[in-house]
């Protein structure tokens, strides 16, 4: 009807559209994982710089801080998971940072592509993710 | 286009051009540091000639810088989408989201100076 008054045809509006986007309110396909991940790791590798660049310091102080570094790697099992952590986010970022550049260059861009990527970056990552902790263990 | 004052390179364009080339820098650097642990897997000597070598210094000061940009930008895009105030208003009411202009920009205004302070640590670990 167009000839309503302003109230109800307000009403009528604001009834059928959606006021915010909600996301935690929407379907969560794989590409989306992927894009969510790809930033929650890039946040943690804001704060995991810190460790690399502490570990670089470290390492290059003297031959007595660098042995220390390799012996409290070899042994410390929370040393160990935080090391494997700064790698693992910076592993799966890589990937999915890789994914945007094939993109850029007009790759994956169809929805089958985007989904077929999100499965490329979480089997490639998984791969790269295992062996950093086995060479780390 | 996306204009705002706290972007990195004042359009969206730009700021999309810096991400790659930044990240494609530390691709490398990546690649490069991850080569040198595992397969040279040098003791004290080899690892502090190596960063005794200029083009090390040089490559890992882009690498610093190019961190300070790509995190810019990557905290920029996390901060605008999330810290804003129909999103805060959803998850914390809307006492949260009339403060979502301050909080945003304290959220930036940490982000700053932790990358700021990585550039300068950078650069004393290289030249030290």
Not at chain 1, 42 to 52: D, F, K, N, S
Not at chain 1, 84 to 93: D, R, T
Not at chain 1, 104 to 117: H, K, M, P, Q, V
Not at chain 2, 63 to 73: F, P, Q
Request: charged content about 10%.
């Amino acid at each position: 009807m167009l000839n309503n008054g302003p109230d109800e045809c307000d009403k009528t509006v604001a009834d059928k559209r959606p006021v915010n986007l909600d996301l935690g309110a929407m379907k969560w396909p794989l590409p989306a994982i992927t894009s969510i991940t790809h930033r929650i790791s890039g946040v943690i590798l804001v704060a995991g710089t810190a460790v690399l660049l502490w570990l670089l310091d470290e390492s290059l102080t003297s031959e007595e801080a660098f042995n220390s570094l390799r012996s409290v790697l070899a042994s410390s099992l929370i040393f160990k998971l935080i090391v494997w952590g700064v790698m693992s986010a910076l592993i799966y970022h890589s990937v999915a940072g890789v994914k945007h550049l094939c993109m850029d260059l007009g790759y994956g861009e169809s929805l089958e592509g985007g989904i077929t990527a999100a499965k490329l970056i979480i089997a490639i990552a998984a791969v790269l993710i295992v062996l950093a902790g086995a060479l780390i263990w | 286009m996306v204009t705002s004052v706290t972007n990195l390179g004042r359009s969206g364009l730009s700021d999309w051009m810096i991400q790659r080339i930044t990240g494609v820098i530390l691709l490398a650097y990546t690649l490069f540091i991850a080569a040198v642990l595992f397969i040279v897997a040098p003791e004290f000597a080899e690892w502090k000639a190596l960063f005794g070598q200029t083009w090390v210094k040089v490559f890992s000061l882009a690498a610093v810088l190019s961190v300070a940009a790509h995190a810019w930008i990557g905290l920029w895009c996390v901060s605008t989408d999330y810290l804003v105030t129909h999103v805060l208003t959803i998850k914390l009411g809307p006492a949260a989201g009339a403060q979502a202009n301050l909080l945003r920009w304290c959220f930036q205004a940490a982000g700053a100076i932790v990358l700021f302070t990585y550039v300068v640590w950078g650069i004393q670990i290289l030249w030290s």
